[in-house]
T-cell receptor, first 114, second 111 residues
Framework: NAGVTQTPKFQVLKTGQSMTLQCAQD?????MSWYRQDPGMGLRLIHY???????DQGEVPNGYNVSRSTTEDFPLRLLSAAPSQTSVYFC?????????????FGPGTRLTVL | TQLLEQSPQFLSIQEGENLTVYCNSS?????LQWYRQEPGEGPVLLVT?????EVKKLKRLTFQFGDARKDSSLHITAAQPGDTGLYLC???????????FGSGTRLQVQP
């Protein structure tokens, strides 16, 4: 199993550009989520999904869109990038979405917005 | 203000020393998890505690969940350079599906 994969690993954008961060998992997990990690802030939840076709907002959803058309994929779209979105983005998946389940994280995407 | 406060933020110790990392909140959590993250990688789960007062041991690591389920601690005995990393606690509040992460404790163990 590849686990959770994320692409790209690094990305530089200009203010106002849009892009999609890709996330895929091959563990047949129902629950997937996106976090951003900023220095001194830990991880903050952006959006999450409890299954295909179902998404919900997390702690910091503004400026981001998600969709979940398949169990495997959970892309994160930045509609109009801003410097405040410079961060490291992690995708995670877990079996059932219960908060005692193990969350498996991808390797992250380091995004810089100029 | 962070819902989960971790202390200390940074810790640099010599190989063989013992240390304790704390994770505190004013809120009650139904469960708490501890993760370790190495540079350039995603966090990896170390342990989950769900019962107030629970103590779990993982080799040289001892995890404790407070009786009131508002705090947790991680104690490392005889630290080794391989323990170096960012330690994150993450809690689930009762009735919520999402995890809240602390800001982390960065540990450096010098050989």
């Amino acid at each position: 199993n590849a686990g959770v994969t994320q692409t790209p690993k690094f990305q530089v954008l200009k203010t106002g550009q849009s892009m999609t961060l890709q996330c895929a998992q091959d563990m047949n997990h129902e629950y997937m989520s996106w976090y951003r990690q900023d220095p001194g802030m830990g991880l903050r939840l952006i959006h999450y999904s409890v299954g295909a076709g179902i998404t919900d907002q997390g702690e910091v959803p503004n400026g981001y869109n998600v969709s979940r058309s398949t169990t495997e994929d959970f892309p994160l779209r930045l509609l109009s990038a801003a410097p405040s979105q410079t961060s490291v983005y992690f995708c995670a998946s877990s079996r059932g979405g219960g908060t005692t389940d193990t969350q498996y994280f991808g390797p992250g995407t380091r995004l810089t917005v100029l | 203000t962070q819902l989960l406060e971790q202390s200390p933020q940074f810790l640099s110790i010599q190989e063989g020393e013992n240390l304790t990392v704390y994770c505190n909140s004013s809120s009650v959590f139904s469960s708490l998890q501890w993760y370790r993250q190495e540079p350039g990688e995603g966090p990896v789960l170390l342990v989950t505690v769900v019962t107030g007062g629970e103590v779990k041991k993982l080799k040289r690591l001892t995890f404790q969940f407070g009786d009131a389920r508002k705090d947790s601690s991680l104690h490392i005995t005889a630290a080794q350079p391989g323990d170096t990393g960012l330690y994150l606690c993450a809690g689930a509040r009762t009735g919520r599906r999402a995890l809240t992460f602390g800001s982390g404790t960065r540990l450096q163990v010098q050989p």
